[in-house]
T-cell receptor, first 115, second 112 residues
Framework: DQQVKQNSPSLSVQEGRISILNCDYT??????FLWYKKYPAEGPTFLIS???IKDKNEDGRFTVFLNKSAKHLSLHIVPSQPGDSAVYFC??????????????WGLGTSLAVNP | NAGVTQTPKFRILKIGQSMTLQCTQD?????MYWYRQDPGMGLKLIYY???????DKGEVPNGYNVSRSTTEDFPLRLELAAPSQTSVYFC???????????FGDGTRLSIL
């Protein structure tokens, strides 16, 4: 049962245009969401995050939007650059007992930005 | 600025062999994690540690063991390698469970 779903395995965008990567989740207890970027032969790199008390977080060309009622978040990259070509993972975090939290990962979306 | 360092980067094992995947971090993070990523799949947590001397199972711990004798090191041991353990293994660390994790570049392991 995939609690964090990235329904598009791949996405192709022209350089300079907007890239929109989507993520859906099923557990209403998730309260913190993260996006990671992964290049081939490297580990994932943290990109941007959002707390459930917010609906938008922006960092340069990257903006994450959260719609709690729809259990949906999206990552917008504007403008897209060829160097953005990578696999993007959505991850959701939920609090466990004590100070521990659990992180659940989506399967990733492979973004190709074409020159 | 090394961050999280994993060795080796690649390894081929025969069925039944054992090996240890090494992971070291220089950020003084308390929390460390081992994940595996199978082709076309997301990351699955194998084991994690909340500090030196404390480890706990993740989603897929069977066939693996870990230890955490120091803050810096978190080795992952495969005792009897099986073909199902062919995967890419990532080690990660974070200062708390609520902060983003920093990943190593992975160990690609093939069991034949």
């Amino acid at each position: 049962d995939q609690q964090v779903k990235q329904n598009s395995p791949s996405l192709s965008v022209q350089e300079g245009r907007i890239s929109i990567l989507n993520c859906d989740y099923t557990n209403s207890m998730f309260d913190y969401f993260l996006w990671y970027k992964k290049y081939p032969a490297e580990g994932p790199t943290f990109l941007i995050s959002i707390s459930s008390i917010k609906d938008k977080n922006e960092d340069g060309r990257f903006t994450v939007f959260l719609n709690k009622s729809a259990k949906h978040l999206s990552l917008h990259i504007v403008p897209s650059q060829p160097g953005d070509s990578a696999v993007y993972f959505c991850a959701a975090s939920v609090s466990l007992s004590g100070n521990n939290r659990k992180l659940i990962w989506g399967l990733g979306t492979s973004l190709a930005v074409n020159p | 600025n090394a961050g999280v360092t994993q060795t080796p980067k690649f390894r081929i094992l025969k069925i039944g062999q054992s090996m240890t995947l090494q992971c070291t971090q220089d950020m003084n993070h308390n929390y460390m994690y081992w994940y595996r990523q199978d082709p076309g799949m997301g990351l699955k947590l194998i084991y994690y540690s909340v500090g030196a001397g404390i480890t706990d199972k993740g989603e897929v711990p069977n066939g693996y063991n870990v230890s955490r004798s120091t803050t810096e090191d978190f080795p992952l041991r495969l005792e009897l390698a099986a073909p199902s353990q062919t995967s890419v293994y990532f080690c990660a660390s974070s200062s708390t469970t609520g902060t983003p994790q920093h990943f190593g570049d992975g160990t690609r392991l093939s069991i034949l």
